[in-house]
């Protein structure tokens, strides 16, 4: 059975192929053991089974750091978006969520009752943290 993912690195693996698409808009459902979504664009509907998830997950993780970008100067990319949002829903840790997706809000409801919405303000700060703890690792390491 393949090791579970968390919501984190689950979310970021599928920002980074919605990134690949274009598409700027997109319906997740997200449970422990995988994602479906359904972007706005000519991409259509998806289904991540975890170790599908793993596998790209281990793909992107080699490009790192390399520099390549497939997402048009100035708009966030959806690897960065989902990434902090799902570090927020690790912290929540309930077992299924609901998320549409855009570049600049991401409404997130919850199966045991959680709702909230990230809105492009806070998104910002939550990647510039995660930047900051992610360079404070790198500087101890």
């Known amino acids: 059975m393949p090791e579970q993912l968390?919501?984190?690195e689950m979310l970021r693996t599928v920002g980074a192929v919605l990134d690949?698409?274009?598409?700027?808009?997109?319906?997740?459902?997200v449970?422990?053991?995988?994602?479906?979504?359904?972007?706005v664009g000519r991409s259509g509907r998806h289904e991540m089974a975890l170790p599908?998830?793993?596998r790209?997950?281990?793909e992107r993780q080699a490009l790192r750091g390399t520099g390549t970008s497939s997402t048009p100067e100035g708009l966030p990319r959806f690897e960065w978006v989902l990434?902090?949002?799902?570090?927020?829903?690790?912290?929540?840790?309930?077992s299924r969520f609901g998320l549409t997706v855009s570049r600049s809000r991401v409404i997130v409801e919850g199966a045991e009752g959680y709702q909230r919405t990230f809105e492009a303000d806070e998104l910002t700060v939550l990647m510039?943290?995660?930047?900051?703890?992610r360079r404070a690792q790198t500087s101890v390491e």
Not at 83 to 94: K, M, N, S, T, Y
């Open 128 to 133: 510039r943290e995660a930047v900051a703890r």
């Open 83 to 94: 990434r902090v949002v799902g570090a927020e829903l690790d912290r929540v840790q309930q």
């Open 56 to 58: 790209v997950s281990q």
């Open 31 to 39: 449970w422990p053991h995988g994602v479906m979504f359904q972007s």
């Open 52 to 54: 599908e998830i793993q």
């Open 6 to 8: 968390k919501y984190e």
């Open 20 to 29: 690949q698409t274009g598409d700027d808009l997109a319906v997740l459902d």
